[in-house]
């Protein structure tokens, strides 16, 4: 995929806008975004699953609920987690819906909200609503709308998140689009993700809260920056049912449809890690053979979660053992004589015995994408989890930005 | 406690010598450790649970078991981990245990084996064995002996590690006095901890055994650097029997005893933590008030090691929010509404609502001894973990050392 901008009215159905309400302090960066859908859209979400979590998840939770996943439109903010805010929050979430639903007409259980930025603060609801009106008359199908959607979704990111594949659905052409936000933590203090992927197929809301929710474990619930879960993490999905395809349960559409929809979620999930704080090296970790699949998991997220390997992984060490042994203590099923570890197709470690160091090795660690596969020799668990280094840059972001 | 150098013969019974015998590359540096107890001594210890261990770890695991504990010495050397080495490296810890033990006239399975230092690279035995038998004339029951014993385990510690104490039992002095090594994970790639503690109390194996496991649950097994557990850490415990105070199991003394017990494992944790790389904060982190004694212990490791958290500590930054988020996702029960926060005893979120940032805060963060309680306000449980903060050097020692 072609890094893009401004896709997500790309499917048919939807109109975008971004507005620079002022909520992030800085005149004239869009800060408030708006995704609408001309006709009711199926709906679905999920959420962090931190027990801290924003008023905007639970207000969106809860419409989700009430409309039975019908949506008309989704409103963001930035600059402003409204997090750890209390029934104020939850009220000012509530209003943002409120607002929205009032300007195109239908009920606020149809408005799903999401908010990224500062927590602890109470939103600057003047700027906001004045920003929500902004964005409600400047609300386009044209590439304009979606980019500036895109941009105000953005806080410290340092580039734009979007993704867009198609595909065709008896005979008609089936467009997805997504746009997110990543692990850029200075401003909001915690990684927040927000993602928003828009289709014109047409998928019941039950249908559609299963392929997200598969999507994502194989994307979103992939990737590992410093695993630290925030109190806004949302992914919401809208289908717009303008392509005049349908994706039935069970069809042998479904599965198509369901790849389709991985590849953009994947795609997006990758662009976040990329972007983690300060990252340089975007590392897939690949764990074969394991003795179950929990176990590949265990290991999987050991490896992929250790500060020792990660700041490795930004020096460019080839340090098969800090690997390896983060795998040993990870609780999975481990025997040294049969675990291998390859770099990029290259032999690091195998069978218990780690091979001399090589020029190719070391070439291979100071890339830009890494590939380890993790072979535990015992099973046939495999799990797989994306990550990225840890520099000082990380270091610097995270230590030097001041509450 | 008073910091104090070359404690370990302290306890009566007890004779250490350090050697150089250039194993760590650095000539002159002391790499070869020798703890000799005149009689037979009680001895225990506890290992890594990581699945790849060791050779020293697997050796020393198997003479305890053939020896029921009894042990007369203990060898070791720092600058090589022997681990990841295969059966050659079993043999090297075999056979350091075996010349201890003809030089000192008794079982091989009455000598523990330790290493610290890289991994993947088998020892230089030569070296090896004659700064064994160096040591070996060098045995003393001074204080010299003591501490080049201290100094001949450190790897990249910025400072030696000893603690000591001592109770009447039974009208008699009983001494108890520990050295170890820390977090400085440079040149072994991996944060080794090895500790060693001499008493001249009398106890038996199984009692010993059982104080030992209490003492480092309350102490090693509380503190983090950085989650990364090694190949090759060990504790081991002696008990010479030479103050002529016993210790029974269910005598009014075991409790007294292990008290003093604590006190020593627990200074050795706390020295390790404080020498953790690059750090510069100790930080006790107090889980009160959880749902249970698993929700406090999970709440207090997902806070300890969370990187953005101890990124923050680094900063000095008052970020309550990470924190408690933090707790939110590790598990555990969590109602906002109930939760507070405090360092060093002062408020910075009550009841799922932020303070207003205060100057006593912002000047408490800057300390080097913190200490927060997280009050979930749900149930009885609690948990103490001891943490660091992670700041450029961590990354600088463990980006920049090459393998």
């Given at each position: 995929m072609k890094r893009p901008i401004g896709v997500l009215t790309r499917p048919r159905g939807f109109l975008a806008a971004g507005s620079a309400?002022?909520?992030?302090?800085?005149?004239?960066?869009?800060?408030?975004?708006?995704?609408?859908?001309?006709?009711?859209?199926?709906?679905?979400?999920?959420?962090?699953?931190?027990?801290?979590?924003?008023?905007?998840?639970?207000?969106?939770?809860?419409?989700?609920?009430?409309?039975?996943?019908?949506?008309?439109?989704?409103?963001?903010?930035?600059?402003?987690?409204?997090?750890c805010t209390g029934l104020r929050g939850t009220r000012d979430a509530g209003r943002m819906?409120?607002?929205?639903?009032?300007?195109?007409?239908?009920?606020?259980?149809?408005?799903?909200?999401?908010?990224?930025?500062?927590?602890?603060?109470?939103?600057?609801?003047?700027?906001?609503e004045s920003g929500i009106r902004r964005a409600a008359r400047e609300l386009s199908a044209e590439r304009r709308g979606a980019r500036r959607f895109t941009q105000a979704i953005m806080t410290t990111d340092r580039f734009p998140k979007e993704a867009e594949t198609s595909l065709v659905l008896a005979g008609k052409r089936v467009r997805l689009a997504g746009a997110a936000k990543g692990a850029g933590m200075i401003a909001p203090h915690l990684a927040t993700m927000l993602a928003f992927v828009t289709t014109d197929a047409a998928v019941s809301p039950a249908l559609l809260r299963k392929l997200l929710v598969q999507a994502a474990d194989d994307s979103f619930n992939r990737i590992t920056v410093d695993g630290h879960m925030s109190t806004n993490d949302t992914c919401i999905l809208l289908a717009s049912g303008r392509s005049g395809a349908a994706v039935r349960s069970g069809s042998r559409w479904e599965r198509k449809f369901a790849r389709a929809l991985r590849e953009v979620t994947l795609e997006l999930a990758l662009e976040i890690v990329r972007d983690g704080e300060g990252a340089v090296r975007l590392v897939t970790l690949q764990v074969e053979h394991a003795g179950s699949e929990r176990d590949a998991e265990l290991a999987a997220r050991a490896v992929a979660g250790s500060p020792l390997v990660k700041t490795a992984l930004f020096g460019a060490d080839p340090n098969w053992g800090r690997i390896v042994s983060a795998a040993g203590a990870s609780g999975c099923a481990f025997r040294e004589d049969r675990t291998s570890l390859r770099v990029n197709g290259l032999w690091m470690y195998r069978r218990g015995r780690p091979l001399p160091p090589s020029r190719a090795v070391e070439r291979a660690m100071t890339g830009s994408r890494l590939t380890f596969v993790l072979d535990l020799g015992l099973g046939r668990g495999s799990s797989v989890v994306y990550t990225c280094d840890l520099g000082y840059a990380y270091v610097r972001l995270n230590a030097e930005y001041h509450t």
């Open positions: 309400a002022g909520i992030r302090g800085t005149p004239g960066v869009p800060d408030v975004a708006l995704l609408v859908c001309e006709t009711p859209a199926s709906g679905a979400a999920v959420f962090t699953t931190n027990r801290l979590c924003a008023a905007p998840v639970q207000v969106s939770r809860e419409h989700l609920e009430r409309s039975r996943g019908r949506v008309k439109a989704v409103v963001v903010n930035s600059g402003n987690a409204n997090a819906a409120a607002l929205t639903a009032g300007l195109l007409d239908v009920e606020p259980a149809r408005v799903l909200v999401a908010s990224t930025g500062i927590i602890g603060r109470t939103l600057p609801m003047g700027r906001v």
